[in-house]
């Protein structure tokens, strides 16, 4: 099998995976999954598409992620990961990733602040005197 390339975004953050058979390792940014994501929920959010597929330990992962915060990049890293296996076999893998919602670009960005208030939807506060 050769190298599967795939791409994940979520909001300003962008993940590119690459796919090979191995061992499960997984690494990102040229450091291991447990060194770049602390936290627990963060890690299980990347494992999920793998999880859901049961191809765990059969797929080494290289993923290079950029911009946003570490919330987006690990959903954007999902999205790679389950567009990857995608790739790799159709029908075993979409109908279980598509069941499970990780073929979903989660299209929500934040709002563009506007001249002359606060915020996106804020508004200075109102005085009539």
Do not use: W
């Amino acid at each position: 099998m050769e190298q599967i390339h795939a791409l994940g975004r979520r909001k300003a953050a962008v993940a590119r995976v690459y796919l090979v058979e191995g061992t499960g390792k997984i690494v990102i940014n040229d450091r291991t999954l447990e060194d770049y994501f602390a936290e627990d929920a963060l890690r299980y959010i990347v494992n999920q598409p793998a999880a859901v597929t049961k191809t765990e330990g059969q797929f080494d992962i290289k993923v290079t992620v950029v911009g946003g915060g570490i919330k987006g990049q690990a959903e954007a890293i999902r999205l790679g990961i389950a567009r990857a296996l995608c790739e790799v076999d159709k029908e075993a893998y979409r109908s279980t990733l598509k069941a499970a919602g990780f073929l979903t670009r989660d299209a929500r960005e934040v709002e563009r602040k506007k001249p002359g208030q606060p915020g996106a939807r804020r508004r200075f506060q109102f005085s009539k005197r």
